[in-house]
């Protein structure tokens, strides 16, 4: 795979990145992007749908049953290539900032330390009444399992449709976005505010902006550079041609 060696000279030169990325970069790993996890016995539900503080009211079981069924599924899964070429890159430039709308956690099982989570952890749970974090609870086999402090119904620690970003996250995403040189924004469908606004607020403050996807999303053509592929790939094959 070939860059365009602006693009190569660009990456050399700067000293403040900021990468956002998506589900498409846990694809490599088995893990569903969130628009295409409706497989087998969850064919007939919408994510869209089920990520809302609306369907736990409603269904809280289903939910639950959800994200047990996904918190195991990415209990499985390991880093690829994509994660390690981006910790690769955190170690070789001055300030690196690496947010990610992934709540399977593998970037930070990768080694990726400069991690800004924006959208939770699906493998820590959180009491829906009063938010606070909850390690253990009895186990009745009545789903979802109830709050030890208050009886609140139990809940992923994620964000929903809906809800707020965590306090300071996005917060810290934005400021990496404005301050940064170069902006990367991969296997992400671009679509999900208020993350989606991120690299257009990057290339206002007058970034270099890179997408790497397999498909077109909306900031394909805003991007400076867009390259189409798996960034398992395309993110091993950039670190090759800048710093081999
Ligand atoms: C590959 C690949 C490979 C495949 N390599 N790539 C402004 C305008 C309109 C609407 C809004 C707005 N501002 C807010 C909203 C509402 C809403 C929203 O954005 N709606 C849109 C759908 C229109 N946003 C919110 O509600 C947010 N909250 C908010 O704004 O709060 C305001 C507030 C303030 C104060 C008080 C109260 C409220 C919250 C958004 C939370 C999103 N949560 C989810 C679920 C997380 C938990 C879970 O995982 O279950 O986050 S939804 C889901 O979408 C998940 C993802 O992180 C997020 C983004 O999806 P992503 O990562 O882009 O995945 P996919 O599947 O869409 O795309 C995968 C991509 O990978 C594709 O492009 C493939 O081509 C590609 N790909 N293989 C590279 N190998």
Same mark, same amino acid.
């Given at each position: 795979?070939?860059?365009?060696?602006?693009?190569?000279?660009?990456?050399?030169?700067?000293?403040?990145?900021?990468?956002?990325?998506?589900?498409?970069?846990?694809?490599?790993?088995?893990?569903?992007?969130?628009?295409?996890?409706?497989?087998?016995?969850?064919?007939?539900?919408?994510?869209?749908?089920?990520?809302?503080?609306?369907?736990?009211?409603?269904?809280?079981?289903?939910?639950?049953?959800?994200?047990?069924?996904?918190?195991?599924?990415?209990?499985?899964?390991?880093?690829?290539?994509?994660?390690?070429?981006?910790?690769?890159?955190?170690?070789?430039?001055?300030?690196?900032?690496?947010?990610?709308?992934?709540?399977?956690?593998?970037?930070?099982?990768?080694?990726?330390?400069?991690? !800004?989570?924006?959208?939770?952890?699906?493998?820590?749970?959180?009491?829906?009444?009063?938010? !606070?974090?909850?390690?253990?609870?009895?186990?009745?086999?009545?789903?979802?399992?109830?709050?030890?402090?208050?009886?609140?119904?139990?809940?992923?620690?994620?964000?929903?449709?809906?809800?707020?970003?965590?306090?300071?996250?996005?917060?810290?995403?934005?400021?990496?976005?404005?301050?940064?040189?170069?902006?990367?924004?991969?296997?992400? +469908?671009?679509?999900?505010?208020?993350?989606? +606004?991120?690299?257009?607020?990057?290339?206002?403050?007058?970034?270099?902006?890179?997408?790497?996807?397999?498909?077109?999303?909306?900031?394909? +053509?805003?991007?400076?550079?867009?390259?189409?592929?798996?960034?398992?790939?395309?993110? +091993?094959?950039?670190?090759?041609?800048?710093?081999?």
């Amino acid at each position: 795979m070939s860059f365009p060696l602006e693009l190569v000279q660009t990456i050399r030169a700067v000293k403040d990145v900021a990468v956002l990325t998506g589900a498409g970069v846990s694809a490599e790993s088995g893990v569903p992007t969130f628009r295409e996890a409706q497989t087998g016995l969850w064919v007939r539900y919408d994510p869209q749908e089920l990520a809302t503080p609306e369907a736990f009211r409603d269904n809280p079981s289903l939910v639950w049953e959800w994200y047990a069924w996904r918190r195991e599924l990415i209990a499985k899964a390991r880093p690829n290539p994509g994660h390690y070429a981006l910790v690769d890159m955190e170690q070789r430039f001055p300030s690196f900032a690496l947010i990610t709308q992934n709540v399977d956690g593998l970037h930070q099982l990768a080694g990726s330390k400069a991690v !800004i989570n924006l959208h939770g952890n699906i493998q820590l749970t959180k009491c829906s009444q009063e938010g !606070i974090l909850v390690e253990k609870w009895e186990d009745t086999g009545v789903i979802p399992p109830r709050c030890p402090h208050c009886g609140g119904l139990l809940r992923p620690d994620v964000v929903w449709f809906g809800e707020a970003l965590p306090p300071g996250a996005f917060n810290a995403a934005s400021q990496a976005a404005r301050r940064c040189d170069l902006f990367f924004s991969i296997g992400t +469908s671009s679509v999900v505010e208020p993350a989606a +606004s991120l690299p257009y607020l990057a290339l206002e403050h007058g970034a270099v902006v890179v997408e790497i996807n397999p498909s077109e999303t909306p900031l394909t +053509s805003a991007a400076t550079y867009a390259f189409q592929g798996p960034s398992g790939q395309v993110l +091993s094959a950039l670190v090759e041609a800048v710093w081999s």
